[in-house]
């Protein structure tokens, strides 16, 4: 079993910054990529950052030069510094991870998500 426990959500101003941090836990063999997702309010899920193991990373255009997706492999967390945020920056956030377990199987884990509102 996989555990995937985001924090970080909230309300921020306009051009404001949050820091959401995802960490992961249970039968993990290796952790590979991680990554964040978000789903606004009527629409589908859309990839926002990725990292891989070796730390490449991928951002959506739309977050490109103000959201920062970091990893800290000795605490299996993911981190995303969100700074100058917008209002189309809200919804809820979802943490996401590929993970080989102890009994030898990979599967895709998600988070239970956090709410992020960015509103004056």
Do not use: H
């Not at 290796?30 to 309010?41: D, F, T, V």
């Not at 951002?59 to 510094?81: E, H």
């Amino acid at each position: 079993q996989v555990q995937l426990v985001e924090s970080g959500g909230g309300l921020v101003q306009p051009g404001g910054s949050l820091r959401l941090s995802c960490a992961a836990s249970g039968s993990i063999l290796s952790l590979n990529g991680m990554g964040w997702y978000r789903q606004a309010p009527g629409k589908q899920r859309e990839l926002v950052a990725r990292v891989t193991r070796s730390g490449s990373t991928n951002y959506a255009d739309s977050v490109k030069g103000r959201f920062t997706i970091s990893r800290d492999s000795a605490k299996n967390t993911v981190y995303l510094q969100m700074n100058n945020v917008k209002p189309e920056d809200t919804a809820v956030y979802y943490c996401n991870a590929a993970v080989v377990t102890t009994g030898g199987s990979w599967g895709d884990y998600w988070g239970q998500g956090t709410q992020v509102t960015v509103s004056s």
